[in-house]
């Protein structure tokens, strides 16, 4: 099983850039490809970012491409999403999730496991 906590949120001026990092314990988080998602208040979890277990593969959601950056380092566990030129439609709770595959996934019900999310407000 893999454990992730999440960590980088807060408050932010609109075109500002925030870093969020997902750190998992287990020995098997390189077998598993990482996923960002995010939910803001009274709407549905949102797929926002991909990478597979390598960090050769990345695929993002149209809303955020070009401005969010997922990336990951299997020596530390951490999966990160550098958010830059923020708006504030990117409000929302952050969430980091893995999933066993090896092609992309953008849905909730494909990942197994996920971490308690992070707070991300953008004022205007």
């Known amino acids: 099983q893999v454990q992730r906590v999440e960590s980088g949120g807060g408050l932010v001026q609109a075109g500002g850039s925030l870093r969020l990092s997902c750190t998992a314990a287990?020995?098997?988080?390189?077998?598993?490809?990482m996923g960002w998602f995010r939910q803001a208040p009274g709407k549905e979890r949102e797929f926002v970012a991909f990478?597979?277990?390598?960090?050769?593969?990345?695929y993002y959601a149209d809303s955020v491409k070009s401005r969010f950056t997922i990336s990951r380092d299997n020596a530390k566990n951490t999966v990160s999403l550098q958010m830059n030129s923020l708006k504030p439609e990117d409000t929302a709770v952050y969430y980091c999730?893995?999933?066993?595959?090896?092609?992309?996934?953008?849905?909730?019900?494909?990942?197994?496991?996920w971490g308690q999310g992070t707070q991300v407000t953008v004022s205007a």
């Open positions: 999730a893995a999933v066993a595959t090896l092609i992309v996934r953008t849905t909730i019900e494909e990942y197994d496991y």
């Open positions: 990478i597979n277990w390598s960090g050769s593969n990345t």
């Open positions: 287990g020995r098997t988080f390189s077998s598993y490809a």
